[in-house]
C-alpha cells in the first residue's frame, strides 16, 4: 500500500523489486567508458533495418526480448508496459510493442521517459494494480537528429552546450516478490520553466526542474543528500549540471561529491565529441539498465536516487517563440527492502 | 483498493467520484447536436492566440481553469494530472499546464488519451496513491490537419473515409469522495494492428483493438452488453462503427442498439462536412466531459462503458510502408457508486 507523504512523495513500502534489466546501445555508446556493461551493442547502427526508424524500433525489441529472457518470464506474464520515446507520436514504443500482447499504457516525457516509466511500474506493483509491470524507452541520434534539428546530410554545426542524443534502449521489469535492486519511493516531478529558448541548450532548460523535484524529495522525506551514495541525473550534460549545483546551492544544497549525470557517464568526452554529453530518453535507460543498477545489485552502492529530466518542447513551440519547459521524475533504488 | 480480476481488468472497489468535468469547443463542434452542453464555445478557432497551436493550448486551458472551477478546488488540491495530446512532443499539454505546479504525467494514447487519462485518475485514487487527480486532453482541427496530413491552404481533398478532427478540449477530476458519476472498473488495451494502413481510414484501423478491449472486460466481468445501458468508443466513425459491428458478431456480440460513437454525435452528418465522423483526442474528451457524464449524473443511464479508440501511427512510419496499430482503453461509469 503506497504512503503518500505530500502532494509530490509517494513512498513504496512494499519495495516492488526489479526483477530484470537489459540495454541495448548502438556503435558509438559501445565505444565509451560503459561498454562493458551492455547487454547488446550494435556495430551497424541500422540494427539491419532499412530506416532510422525502424532501427530505433528494432533496438527497442531487442532490448524488451533481452530483459524478458533475463526474468525468464514469457510477456504474458507481465500485467502492463509503460512506454515512450522521443519520436512523433512514440512510434518506436508502439510498433516495438505490438507483437508482445501486454496491456499497453503510453508515456510522453521527452527525455525523463525512464524515471516516469519506472516511477510508474513502481507504484503499479506496490499499489496492487499489476504483478509485474515493465518498462522500455529509446532514443537513437539519427531519428532525433533529422526530427529535432537537421537532417543528417545537412552535416550542420553543433554549439558548445548541445548534447549529442543517444542511440540505446533500456527495459526494465518490476515485481512484487524477488531480490535487490528494490524502489523505496518515488516523486513526481512538476513542470518547472525559466525561460530558456535555446533548443542547443536543453541541459539548462531541465536543470530548474531537477533541482525543484529533488529539492520537494529531500525535504518530504526529511533526508539529505549524504543519505544516498549516488544521485543520478539524466541528461543535463556539463551545463545543465553545472546549473544544478548552483540552483540547489541557493537552497544550501550541496550534491557536487556523490552527483553523476547519465550524459556524462555514457561517453568519454575527451575521445568522443559530443559537446556537452549525452541525452535522449535512451541515454539515462542505457546508463540506468546497465551501470547503475549493477552497482545498487553488486552492492557497491546502498541508495541511489535516479531523477531523468525531459524538456518537453517541440520544434514547432520553439519555432513560434516558446520556452522550454522541463521536467524531473525521481525514483529512489534501495538495495534494502525494508 | 484495487481488485485486478485479469491481466488487462481492475475493478476500483472504493468506486472513485467525478468530481467535476468540462468541455471546450470549437465553432464547427458548437454548431453541432451537443451545442448546448459545451461550458465554452469558441466562435474564433484560434481562441485569440498567434498560432494554431498556441490555441490548442489555450483551449486546454480553459478546460482546466473550468473544472477547477466547478469543482471549487485550486491547483494545489490536485495531487496529479495525467495529460496528453496529438501534437508532436504532446505541447500543448506541457505547455498549458507548466503555469498550475501540480504534479505531471504526460501519456501519448492518440485518440484514446480521455480514456487513458481517466482510467489512470480513477487507479490512481482508488489505490491510494493520489487523493484527487485531473484528466485532461485536446484535439484542434487545424493542427493536426497540418501535421498529420497537409497544410490548410492546399485545400486537399478528403476521402470518404476521412474523419474529421474536433476542436475540443475535455478536463475532469477523479476523487475520493464525492457523488455519481463513479467509476467502478477499467480495462486497460493491448495494441492491435490488423494491417490497414490507409491513413484516411483510421477508424478502421482501430475498429479491432475496440473489439478486443471490450470482448476482454466483458468475459473478465462476466457480463453482456445487456448490462449496460450504453457503450460509448471513441472515435470509430461510421466506418469503424460498422467493423467493430462485424468483429464483434463473428464472437456473438451484437452491441448495436447500445452503441455511440462519440465521433457520430458530435457532429450532425447530415449538415456538417465531416465524412466518416469525428475524431481526435478532444472529440471523446469533449463528448464524455459534457454530454455522458451528464447523463450519468442525471439518471438517463445507470451504467455505461467509455471506451476510447487510437491510432498509433505517425506520418513518417506510414510514409515507411507501415500498417497503423490500434489501441482501446475502457472505463466503466455507473451512477452507483456500489
Known amino acids: 500500500m503506497p504512503n503518500r507523504i505530500s502532494q509530490s512523495t509517494i513512498l513504496l513500502p512494499s519495495a516492488p523489486s526489479i526483477l530484470a534489466y537489459a540495454a541495448v546501445a548502438?556503435?558509438?555508446?559501445?565505444?565509451?567508458?560503459?561498454?562493458?556493461?551492455?547487454?547488446?551493442?550494435?556495430?551497424?547502427?541500422?540494427?539491419?533495418?532499412?530506416?532510422?526508424?525502424?532501427?530505433e524500433?528494432?533496438?527497442?525489441?531487442?532490448?524488451?526480448?533481452?530483459?524478458?529472457?533475463?526474468?525468464?518470464?514469457?510477456?504474458?506474464?507481465i500485467d502492463v508496459v509503460?512506454?515512450?520515446?522521443?519520436?512523433?507520436?512514440?512510434i518506436s514504443s508502439a510498433y516495438s510493442l505490438r507483437g508482445l500482447q501486454i496491456p499497453y499504457i503510453g508515456l510522453y516525457g521527452a527525455c525523463s521517459t525512464m524515471a516516469e516509466s519506472l516511477m510508474l511500474s513502481s507504484m503499479f506493483v506496490d499499489a496492487g494494480l499489476a504483478n509485474r509491470a515493465m518498462a522500455v524507452t529509446s532514443s537513437h541520434f539519427c531519428t532525433a537528429e533529422r526530427q529535432f534539428r537537421f537532417p543528417l546530410e545537412y552535416g550542420g554545426q553543433r554549439t558548445p552546450t548541445a548534447q549529442w542524443t543517444a542511440t540505446a534502449a533500456g527495459s526494465l521489469?518490476?515485481?512484487?516478490?524477488?531480490e535487490a535492486p528494490f524502489v523505496r519511493g518515488v516523486?513526481?516531478?512538476?513542470?518547472?520553466?525559466?525561460?530558456?529558448?535555446?533548443?542547443?541548450?536543453?541541459?539548462a532548460a531541465m536543470a530548474p526542474a531537477a533541482a525543484d523535484t529533488l529539492?520537494?524529495?529531500?525535504?518530504?522525506?526529511?533526508?539529505s543528500p549524504q543519505d544516498y551514495d549516488r544521485i543520478f541525473t539524466g541528461d543535463l550534460g556539463q551545463v545543465g549540471s553545472d546549473l544544478l549545483y548552483?540552483?540547489?546551492?541557493?537552497?544550501?544544497?550541496?550534491?557536487?561529491?556523490?552527483?553523476?549525470?547519465?550524459?556524462?557517464?555514457?561517453?568519454?568526452?575527451?575521445?568522443?565529441?559530443v559537446h556537452a554529453g549525452g541525452s535522449g530518453c535512451g541515454c539515462s535507460a542505457g546508463v540506468l539498465c546497465s551501470h547503475i543498477l549493477k552497482l545498487v545489485k553488486n552492492g557497491t552502492y546502498e541508495n541511489v536516487l535516479f531523477m531523468a529530466t525531459g524538456a518537453l518542447m517541440s520544434p514547432t513551440s520553439v519555432q513560434q517563440g516558446e520556452s522550454i519547459?522541463?521536467?524531473?521524475?525521481?525514483?529512489?533504488i534501495s538495495r534494502k527492502g525494508e
Not at 529472457?69 to 504474458?76: H, I, T, V
Not at 519547459?325 to 525521481?330: E, S, V, W
Request: with cysteine; charged share 35%.
Open 26 to 55: 548502438g556503435k558509438k555508446e559501445g565505444e565509451g567508458p560503459l561498454r562493458e556493461e551492455f547487454d547488446l551493442i550494435c556495430d551497424d547502427t541500422t540494427f539491419g533495418e532499412k530506416t532510422w526508424e525502424k532501427a
Open 57 to 77: 524500433m528494432r533496438m527497442q525489441m531487442d532490448a524488451e526480448s533481452r530483459v524478458l529472457k533475463k526474468a525468464d518470464l514469457r510477456p504474458s506474464d
Open 82 to 90: 509503460f512506454a515512450g520515446d522521443l519520436l512523433n507520436q512514440c
Open 173 to 178: 521489469i518490476v515485481g512484487a516478490h524477488g
Open 187 to 203: 516523486c513526481v516531478g512538476k513542470i518547472g520553466d525559466l525561460g530558456i529558448k535555446d533548443l542547443n541548450n536543453m541541459g
Open 215 to 223: 529539492q520537494t524529495f529531500l525535504k518530504d522525506t526529511k533526508t
Open 246 to 273: 548552483e540552483l540547489l546551492s541557493r537552497e544550501g544544497i550541496d550534491i557536487k561529491d556523490r552527483h553523476d549525470d547519465c550524459g556524462l557517464l555514457l561517453y568519454d568526452r575527451e575521445t568522443q565529441d
Open 325 to 332: 519547459p522541463g521536467i524531473a521524475h525521481l525514483v529512489h
